[in-house]
């Protein structure tokens, strides 16, 4: 694929991502998306085969970019403690969104497809961001910033804390001090105190 090629895929990506964050999966259509992207619906077709391949790369684009934050964080040394703290400040961020999230979206997408196993994007979203806690917790207790004798299990707990509070501020709603006090917590267990 061509640099143009690239970028008009990414321009897509950006557009449809907010038609998914505003309408949810199900009411989309490819219609609102060439809208949105002012294209052409051939233009789009040659990117995109329909809304469920386009949702999929967009939660794909979702994942690079938690991924570049954590990259950009590891290039400026910051300490494993700070880049555990930088991760779950970004998984606030996403919890807090009201306009700009897609978790209806996601939910939405996982009741109407019922994809199982390992072809499952939400899944290997929830798998990578597992290991990224992995990775983060054993390099914090290997350079003795953190304690845990389980890291396998403290990274999957944590990854379904987050997941229980996205879904929380889509029906009861949650503030930024109860993820502040989840994020305390979090970084208590591990040995840590958040300032």
């Not at 009411?27 to 949105?36: D, F, L, P, Q």
């Not at 806690?133 to 804390?161: F, P």
Request: glycine share 6%; aromatic share 8%.
């Amino acid at each position: 694929m061509g640099e143009k090629s690239l970028q008009k895929r990414k321009y897509i990506l950006e557009k449809a991502r907010g038609v998914f964050c505003q309408k949810g999966y199900r009411a989309v259509t490819m219609k609102e998306i060439v809208e949105a992207c002012g294209i052409s619906r051939g233009g789009l077709y040659l990117h995109f085969i329909n809304t469920k391949d386009l949702f999929e790369a967009v939660l794909a684009q979702e994942h690079i970019n938690a991924e570049a934050v954590l990259r950009n964080a590891k290039v400026q040394n910051a300490s494993p403690g700070e880049m555990l703290l930088l991760y779950l400040n970004a998984q606030k961020k996403v919890i807090l969104k009201k306009k700009d999230n897609l978790s209806t979206a996601i939910y939405e997408y996982m009741f109407d497809n019922k994809i199982r196993g390992k072809n499952n994007p939400v899944r290997r979203q929830f798998e990578a961001s597992v290991a990224v806690l992995e990775s983060l917790i054993a390099e914090g207790v290997a350079q003795e910033w953190m304690v845990c004798e389980d890291i396998a299990e403290a990274a999957r707990n944590i990854a379904y804390t987050f997941e229980g509070l996205k879904i929380s501020s889509c029906t009861i709603g949650v503030s930024a001090e109860v993820v502040d006090k989840e994020i305390a917590y979090i970084m208590g267990i591990l040995g840590m105190v958040v300032k």
